[in-house]
């Protein structure tokens, strides 16, 4: 049994695949491959785009989506082992998880970090717990990566340049600022999917503190030596943007400071000048410019940015829909 919890779990041929069928979906949306099949959407967190193009995806494939959102319409669940259960949590996830397996056919999970303590949130341990006691397909909605968004990103970027080999481009992840710390998801699965691709890839962030968790920095190097291209990090802004063919934004937190976000606060109020505007697209090779969403507008990016031709955020945006249909037709016909 395959789950999809991350792309460095995929082979190449694997996601090309998916990637693939992703663009058939987009051309026709309406399929059979979901026909009498179901998948249950469990949401820890908050959703616009995630819960919509997944209810849709199945809805368009044949298929049927329940949502759960544990402790408003089901049960707290509980995921230690040898937990006393004499606290919030109702239900153990090995019972949920090999429940909700013996009524559907796949199982999604989004739960974010508790940006609390880095050496526990990188344990992913809901998503991982799913896994474990499922007896279907798990699909990563999002926690600590988004290999959904992923997806999504690749097949706009080929999209856009009009091909599937995006080797010599040169891919920027720059950090930008926001007023509260975020997940390094998406900025991990970004890095992640660029360097696969075999792109140059130059992860920008203000200081040494935020760079991502070394497991994402050698998933990086890894991807590098199989596929081509290159990767380094950088805080040198005009550097980083000169020559750029993609611009990817995203805020993120600072590992160091998980739990003591006081103190790096004064770290990252320092570099608002980090937003995406239009002195800094110039300098790239007439770059494109994209972002998971939701954004702050004047905060991330500038409305000029935003609102210009060279963004392709609601490109991607709409291709979560037609990514994970593909990605739910793979594992619903394993």
């Known amino acids: 049994m395959k789950h999809f919890l991350n792309t460095q779990d995929w082979s190449r041929a694997e996601l090309d695949a ?15 491959q979901l026909k009498g099949k179901s998948i249950a959407l469990v949401f820890f967190n908050p959703s ?19 949502v759960l959102q544990p402790g ?3 049960w707290p669940i509980e995921f230690g082992v040898g937990t006393v259960m004499d606290g919030e949590a109702e239900e153990h996830i090995a019972e949920v998880a090999r429940v909700l397996s013996r009524y559907v056919d796949l199982v999604a999970v989004r739960a974010f970090p508790k940006f609390q303590d880095w050496s526990v949130d990188r344990e992913d341990t809901v998503l991982r717990a799913f896994a474990k006691y499922s007896t279907v397909p798990v699909i990563n909605l999002e926690t600590i990566t988004h290999p959904c968004q992923e997806l999504a990103h690749a097949l706009a970027l080929q999209e856009h340049f009009g091909t599937r080999d995006l080797r010599g481009k040169k891919f920027v992840l720059t950090w ?3 007023p509260k710390p975020l997940n390094t998801a998406v900025a991990n699965s970004a890095l992640t999917i660029a ?11 203000p200081t040494p503190e935020y760079a991502l968790d070394e497991r994402y920095l050698g998933w990086a190097r890894d991807n590098v030596a199989e596929s081509g291209g290159s990767f380094r990090m950088s805080h040198d802004i005009t550097e980083a943007y000169t020559g750029a063919d ?3 934004a995203k805020s993120w937190g600072a590992i160091p400071y998980f739990g003591r976000w006081e103190q790096e606060k004064p770290i990252r109020d320092a570099h608002k000048h980090f937003i995406v505007d239009e002195a800094k697209m110039a300098l790239t090779n007439n770059g494109v410019f994209s972002h998971c969403l939701p954004l702050r507008r004047n905060v991330k990016a500038t409305d000029a940015v935003m609102d210009s031709p060279a963004c392709i955020a609601i490109e991607e945006a709409e291709n979560r829909l037609h990514v994970q249909k593909a990605v739910m037709a793979a594992l619903a016909n394993k």
């Open 18 to 32: 998916v990637l693939a069928q992703a663009a058939a979906f987009k051309r026709s949306k309406a399929g059979d």
């Open 246 to 248: 993609v611009v990817y």
């Open 176 to 178: 930008t600022y926001h």
């Open 195 to 205: 360097t696969r691709l075999g792109m140059d890839v130059t992860l920008l962030c």
């Open 72 to 74: 408003k319409d089901a």
């Open 48 to 66: 616009l785009r995630t819960r919509t193009s997944f209810e849709l995806g199945a809805f368009q494939l044949g298929g049927h989506a329940v």
